[in-house]
């Protein structure tokens, strides 16, 4: 049974573990911060990988960032992570074989394979954090695009050249209503200079009206954008994950984005995995290509 050292790479940490074809942890899941500079972090990785190299079959590393259709390098700038980041060799980790692919097309694939969408050919997952990330399945494959980038949520869904999106530029984009960021945004707006979104889900607990009024324009965008990803896509089924998914009101959601497609109804779930999720998905990819190398005889 093939076994991988997974990594998951983001601004403030690096967790990593051991994890095999049925996407189970074999060993502790180790959380490190990451270090400040691409040295720094490649140093960490090359350590970690030397000190279990003969444990393992090969290495997978989720990352933030569009990720070429080989997955061997990052194409993007990735604006959470060092400067020049994106210019880490990854491949000479190790003489066993390594993959590369974006966190959010990780967390998917995961869904996918062992979790919540478990069973379905078509599939579109959402990580609604800070930003907005899909991972997206077609057919039973990950949607890569030609350049590795396919999944983007910066498209916009409202005109009002209301708000500028940190992550593209763009006026008035999905990512910036719908994310943890564009709730922060509610919040100020609603209940005052000072709110965050913790004080509108304190709020909604507590029967604050101001908190309803951001949370409900919140999710009104995330309406928005699952229903174009319905009509664009037709998946079986669209999970949310992340930091902001469990909030979410599945059943009234579920019903108001069903109502309005124009393709047939899907369901709308909330993801099994939490923030393992890249970890799992990154090693369930490679073990995937390494098995199917093998069956090549390769």
């Given at each position: 049974?093939?076994?991988?050292?997974s990594?998951?790479?983001?601004g403030?940490?690096?967790?990593?573990?051991?994890?095999?074809?049925?996407?189970?942890?074999?060993?502790?899941?180790?959380?490190?911060?990451?270090?400040?500079?691409?040295?720094?972090?490649?140093?960490?990785?090359?350590?970690?990988?030397?000190?279990?190299?003969?444990?393992?079959?090969?290495?997978?590393?989720?990352?933030?960032?569009?990720?070429?259709?080989?997955?061997?390098?990052?194409?993007?700038?990735?604006?959470?992570?060092?400067?020049?980041?994106n210019?880490?060799?990854?491949?000479?980790?190790?003489?066993?074989?390594?993959?590369?692919?974006?966190?959010?097309?990780?967390?998917?694939?995961?869904?996918?394979?062992?979790?919540?969408?478990?069973?379905?050919?078509?599939?579109?997952?959402?990580?609604?954090?800070?930003?907005?990330?899909?991972?997206?399945?077609?057919?039973?494959?990950?949607?890569?695009?030609?350049s590795?980038?396919?999944g983007?949520?910066?498209?916009?869904?409202?005109?009002?050249?209301k708000?500028?999106?940190?992550?593209?530029?763009?006026?008035?984009?999905?990512?910036?209503?719908?994310?943890?960021?564009?709730?922060?945004?509610?919040?100020?707006?609603?209940?005052?200079?000072?709110?965050?979104?913790?004080?509108?889900?304190?709020?909604?607990?507590?029967?604050?009206?101001?908190?309803?009024?951001?949370?409900?324009?919140?999710?009104?965008?995330?309406?928005?954008?699952?229903t174009?990803?319905?009509?664009?896509?037709?998946?079986?089924?669209?999970?949310?994950?992340?930091?902001?998914?469990?909030?979410?009101?599945?059943?009234?959601?579920?019903?108001?984005?069903?109502?309005?497609?124009?393709?047939?109804?899907?369901?709308?779930?909330?993801?099994?995995?939490?923030?393992?999720?890249?970890?799992?998905?990154?090693?369930?990819?490679?073990?995937?290509?390494?098995?199917?190398?093998?069956?090549?005889?390769?």
């Open positions: 049974m093939s076994k991988v050292l990594f998951d790479i983001g403030t940490k690096i967790a990593y573990s051991i994890i095999n074809e049925h996407g189970e942890f074999l060993n502790e899941i180790i959380k490190v911060s990451t270090p400040k500079t691409p040295q720094g972090i490649y140093e960490l990785l090359k350590t970690t990988v030397k000190g279990l190299e003969e444990e393992i079959d090969g290495v997978a590393i989720a990352t933030a960032g569009a990720i070429n259709r080989d997955g061997t390098a990052i194409t993007s700038n990735v604006g959470n992570l060092p400067e020049g980041y210019k880490t060799d990854f491949m000479s980790l190790t003489d066993k074989p390594v993959l590369l692919e974006n966190d959010a097309n990780s967390a998917g694939w995961a869904e996918y394979s062992i979790g919540a969408a478990q069973g379905c050919r078509d599939v579109v997952v959402l990580t609604l954090g800070t930003g907005v990330g899909a991972g997206i399945i077609v057919d039973g494959k990950l949607l890569k695009g030609k590795g980038a396919a983007e949520m910066h498209f916009p869904v409202d005109s009002g050249h708000r500028i999106c940190g992550g593209c530029g763009m006026y008035d984009c999905f990512e910036s209503f719908a994310s943890g960021t564009g709730l922060n945004v509610n919040a100020r707006e609603s209940m005052g200079p000072e709110a965050t979104s913790y004080d509108v889900i304190r709020g909604l607990k507590e029967g604050n009206h101001q908190a309803k009024v951001a949370f409900d324009r919140w999710q009104d965008y995330l309406k928005r954008g699952l174009m990803l319905a009509n664009i896509f037709d998946p079986e089924m669209i999970v949310l994950s992340g930091s902001m998914a469990k909030f979410v009101e599945y059943e009234k959601l579920n019903q108001d984005v069903n109502s309005q497609i124009l393709t047939q109804p899907f369901e709308l779930k909330e993801a099994k995995f939490e923030n393992n999720a890249g970890m799992i998905g990154a090693a369930l990819l490679l073990i995937s290509k390494l098995n199917s190398s093998a069956e090549r005889g390769q």
